[in-house]
T-cell receptor, first 109, second 111 residues
Framework: RKEVEQDPGPFNVPEGATVAFNCTYS??????FFWYRQDCRKEPKLLMS???SGNEDGRFTAQLNRASQYISLLIRDSKLSDSATYLC??????????FGTGTSLTVIP | DTAVSQTPKYLVTQMGNDKSIKCEQN?????MYWYKQDSKKFLKIMFS???????INETVPNRFSPKSPDKAHLNLHINSLELGDSAVYFC??????????FGSGTRLTVV
């Protein structure tokens, strides 16, 4: 079983829509969680950390559900510039980072 | 000012050649990584070094050999390049729970 599973999509949504991605993890000892964004032909960049209490940054909200072992990313009022691949990252211990396969989002005018 | 810099950005080479990719970070991070991203976009870890010591070595052909002269540098040498080695190779570094910082990637094309 993979450490981290993500729906690869693609998600095609109209501008202004709200879209949510989930990412499940298998190891209950996982300690830290992040969402990364990767644009085409670019490196992944940190979008936001994910905390149990939730984390909001403008139109983006990240949540962690430890009981069900998943993290989520909600994007409100989607913009064309939100089109990218979104990767979840789970740290189990120390330097054990695990990436999801990424979810592709395309925001359509 | 680039936090994680890797060179070259593009590399086109013939099968059978030997090539190296260099990576340097100025973030003071203790841990550095090499990742491979293939055409299906999946990021797969290859190696991880913590303070110059190898800590993760995934199932990677022996033709790939990382070298870390100090904790700010992690280079990747590839012998006898094969067509299947074509991919984007990302260097990254991390400090505790800060998450990763990636280099801009090296697009390797083997012809």
């Amino acid at each position: 079983r993979k450490e981290v599973e993500q729906d690869p999509g693609p998600f095609n949504v109209p501008e202004g829509a709200t879209v949510a991605f989930n990412c499940t993890y298998s190891n209950s000892a996982s300690q830290s969680f992040f969402w990364y964004r990767q644009d085409c032909r670019k490196e992944p960049k940190l979008l936001m950390s994910v905390y149990s209490s939730g984390n909001e940054d403008g139109r983006f909200t990240a949540q962690l559900n430890r009981a069900s072992q998943y993290i989520s990313l909600l994007i409100r009022d989607s913009k064309l510039s939100d089109s990218a691949t979104y990767l979840c990252v789970v740290i189990i211990a120390g330097n054990q980072f695990y990436f999801g396969t990424g979810t592709s989002l395309t925001v359509i005018p | 000012d680039t936090a994680v810099s890797q060179t070259p950005k593009y590399l086109v080479t013939q099968m059978g050649n030997d090539k190296s990719i260099k990576c340097e970070q100025n973030l003071g991070h203790d841990t550095m990584y090499w990742y491979k991203q293939d055409s299906k976009k999946f990021l797969k870890i290859m190696f991880s070094y913590n303070n110059k010591e190898l800590i993760i070595n995934e199932t990677v052909p022996n033709r790939f050999s990382p070298k870390s002269p100090d904790k700010a540098h992690l280079n990747l040498h590839i012998n006898s390049l094969e067509l299947g080695d074509s991919a984007v190779y990302f260097c990254a570094s991390s400090g505790n729970r800060d998450g990763y910082t990636f280099g801009s990637g090296t697009r390797l094309t083997v012809v």
